[in-house]
T-cell receptor, first 116, second 115 residues
Framework: EPEVTQTPSHQVTQMGQEVILRCVPI?????FYWYRQILGQKVEFLVSFYNNEISEKSEIFDDQFSVERPDGSNFTLKIRSTKLEDSAMYFC??????????????FGPGTRLTVL | AQSVAQPEDQVNVAEGNPLTVKCTYSVSGNPYLFWYVQYPNRGLQFLLK??????LVKGSYGFEAEFNKSQTSFHLKKPSALVSDSALYFC?????????????FGSGTRLSIRP
């Protein structure tokens, strides 16, 4: 069964460095999302993306964050200058009308980002 | 503001007993409702959803959830718990209005099933 994949599974970086988290959504899905989960806390929405533009973003998603769908298959989250508080598990998700009823988002396994 | 409440941080149940994980929500309109499960060091796995129709929804691994509109609740249930059900469970809602709408998650309930 098709699934969302994410790379890398674990990323360690120094504070102030740029990181790019990569996701391959389910083929033919139309809507793409990033969420994050700080250790021990709940899953929080970051951004949604449709038709090559951001549909909605949370207050967490400030100017340090950006998303891109560079080649029609990958969906990336970039953090320009990482901070300690960016350490979290980042989940990518996708959804689409042509795969079951609208509303069900399929999540990837996550990338654990550790900022030192 | 939309919100999801899971009042119990942890639920402990003996194997073979029924389990309930509680969830209430506060959103406008008639949202989609979901349960997701997270096993240690794993991503979020979809369990079940309520879209419309029958208030009792059946999902994966023998789980079911009951939608109660008057109480704005969507409690997760299973008639007979297994040790392998031990995991972190998240209730979630999503607005019907937009196909790109975000999912709002509850804080999670850790389910522990003892042998």
């Amino acid at each position: 069964e098709p699934e969302v994949t994410q790379t890398p599974s674990h990323q360690v970086t120094q504070m102030g460095q740029e990181v790019i988290l990569r996701c391959v959504p389910i083929s033919n899905h139309l809507y793409f999302y990033w969420y994050r989960q700080i250790l021990g806390q709940k899953v929080e929405f970051l951004v949604s993306f449709y038709n090559n533009e951001i549909s909605e973003k949370s207050e967490i998603f400030d100017d340090q964050f950006s998303v891109e769908r560079p080649d029609g298959s990958n969906f990336t989250l970039k953090i320009r200058s990482t901070k300690l508080e960016d350490s979290a598990m980042y989940f990518c998700a996708s959804s689409g009308e042509n795969r079951g009823p609208v509303g069900e988002q399929f999540f990837g396994p996550g990338t654990r980002l550790t900022v030192l | 503001a939309q919100s999801v409440a899971q009042p119990e941080d942890q639920v402990n149940v003996a194997e073979g007993n029924p389990l309930t994980v509680k969830c209430t929500y506060s959103v406008s309109g008639n949202p989609y409702l979901f349960w997701y499960v997270q096993y240690p060091n794993r991503g979020l796995q979809f369990l079940l959803k309520y879209i419309t129709g029958d208030n009792l929804v059946k999902g994966s691994y023998g789980f079911e959830a009951e939608f109660n509109k008057s109480q704005t609740s969507f409690h997760l249930k299973k008639p007979s718990a297994l040790v392998s059900d031990s995991a972190l469970y998240f209730c979630a809602v999503r607005d019907r209005g937009s196909s790109a709408s975000k999912i709002i998650f509850g804080s999670g309930t850790r389910l522990s099933i003892r042998p």
